[in-house]
């Protein structure tokens, strides 16, 4: 039966080509170095695979408008069958791409992968963050709450302050002077239809490159040793049996936090009303916070170095050494610009908060400085509420 379907298929598909195909990616040599942190880049394709089966299964019942949107979330979450199992995958799936993403770039970084002839696979990989941040910035205001139509108000105002551009930039975003239904469905046909093509297309280049070029060894640049039986570990069975282990992980570990900490819903977008404590999803404020002690504009040039400097990072490095004993520039000044981001990440979930350290309130003002929470509390008394001390900060600044 088996070689009847066989023959059956071979006569009207070339399988001989698809078997000697697939049989030279499984055979494929990896350098002996290759470990479990090589295990991250196909786990962001698992991770990919994630979220668009759950986008997919969310899009039979969300509804782009602001009369339906946050009324279609709210039933998907308490009324459609595991339809919060979905959505808690779908959002937390999200912020563990990103940590995964992190992940993946650190270690393509300390072990000197984006070096020659690898240079496009690295801002190849940078076009990929940039198109998940995006995702992440447009799937935040679909479900019309609160939080997510302010941080989208806030989000694209700074692209406002953008010289020449920045003014038409934000129309064309929010499609009109402010932020209504149309952006709602701007947004989401961002979300659903664009990114995920320019994101499928990038991981394909991405991996085109890589199953050409193999992965990176550890020896420098011009010394890199041919690969043979004695020196190199095979795809499969070796690493594939890796990733095998480390997706059911993930995924268990997902399915654990989609169960512990379900995805909260808050309440439905008010125009007229603004929340206290605006805030951006935690990969944006190390930015945000950045951008308020900065002018606008000169905030706007200075949040955007890290990013070209990321793309063009493999052109600046020039040595050829891949080890990372041999590269303490590198190696320091990216361990620089990892706690400069996570400081101001920190910051920027401090600011505009109140916290109870041992006892004592501690209330953090938008800079993240710690002032003594009476100052809130007289504030309080006076009806002012955070967001409006804000404005009126940041119109002192100007
Ligand atoms: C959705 C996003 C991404 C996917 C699906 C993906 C996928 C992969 C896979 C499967 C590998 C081979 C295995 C491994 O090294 O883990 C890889 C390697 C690589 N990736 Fe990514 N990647 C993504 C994002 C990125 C980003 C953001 C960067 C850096 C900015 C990057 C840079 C690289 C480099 C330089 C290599 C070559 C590693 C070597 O030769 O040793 N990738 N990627």
């Known amino acids: 039966m088996k070689q009847k379907i066989s023959t059956w298929l071979s006569e009207r598909y070339p399988m001989d080509q698809v078997k000697s195909f697939a049989k030279k990616q499984a055979g494929k040599l ?24 759950t986008g997919i299964l969310l899009m039979v019942y969300y509804r782009p408008t602001p009369e339906t949107a946050f009324e279609s979330v709210k039933y998907i979450t308490t009324k459609a069958n595991f339809g919060w199992f979905i959505r808690g995958l779908h959002a937390w799936g999200a912020n563990i791409m990103i940590v995964a993403l992190i ?5 393509t970084y300390v072990m000197g992968a984006y070096k020659k002839p690898r240079e496009l696979t690295w801002v190849l990989g940078v076009l990929l963050f940039g198109t998940v941040l995006t995702f992440g910035f447009t799937g935040y205001l679909l479900p019309w709450n ?13 692209t ?17 002077e402010a932020v209504s239904g149309e952006t709602l469905s701007r947004f989401y046909v961002v979300h659903v239809v664009v990114l995920p093509w ?18 990176s060894p550890l020896e420098p640049v011009g010394s890199e040793p041919k690969l043979d039986d004695n020196n190199a570990i095979r795809f499969y069975p070796e690493h594939l049996a890796k990733e095998s282990v480390i997706f059911p992980i993930f995924f268990a570990i997902m399915v654990a936090i989609v169960l512990m900490l379900p995805v909260e819903l808050g309440e439905k977008a ?35 170095i890290p ?22 520039v590198s190696i320091t000044l990216g361990i620089i610009a990892l706690v400069i981001a996570l400081f101001f ?34 504030s309080e008394k006076h009806g002012i509420h955070d967001s409006e001390k804000t404005k009126e900060e940041n119109t002192e600044k100007k």
């Open 345 to 378: 990440g920190m910051v920027g979930y401090l600011s505009e908060n109140t916290f109870t350290f041992f006892g004592k309130k501690v209330h953090f003002d938008i800079y993240g400085v710690p002032r003594n929470a009476i100052i809130q509390s007289d």
């Open 198 to 215: 320019v994101l499928v297309g990038l991981v394909v280049m991405h991996i085109i490159l890589l199953r050409t070029q193999g992965l």
């Open 103 to 107: 992940v993946h770039m650190l270690r």
């Open 30 to 53: 990896l350098p002996p170095h290759t470990s479990w942190w090589h295990t991250f880049g196909s786990l962001l394709i698992f991770l990919t695979l994630n979220q668009i089966i």
């Open 307 to 328: 990013m070209i400097l990321l793309f063009i990072w493999p052109f600046i490095d020039r040595s050829p050494f891949r080890h990372p004993k041999q590269r303490p």
């Open 160 to 176: 406002g302050a953008i010289p020449f551009l920045g003014e038409g930039l934000k129309i064309l975003l929010r499609g009109g």
């Open 270 to 304: 008010d125009y007229f009303s603004t929340p206290e404590g605006i805030k951006p999803e935690w990969y944006f404020l190390p930015t945000y916070q950045l951008l308020k002690y900065f002018p606008k504009l000169l905030g706007i040039f200075v949040s955007f």
């Open 146 to 158: 609160q939080l997510s139509y302010w941080a989208t108000v806030v989000g694209t105002e700074i």
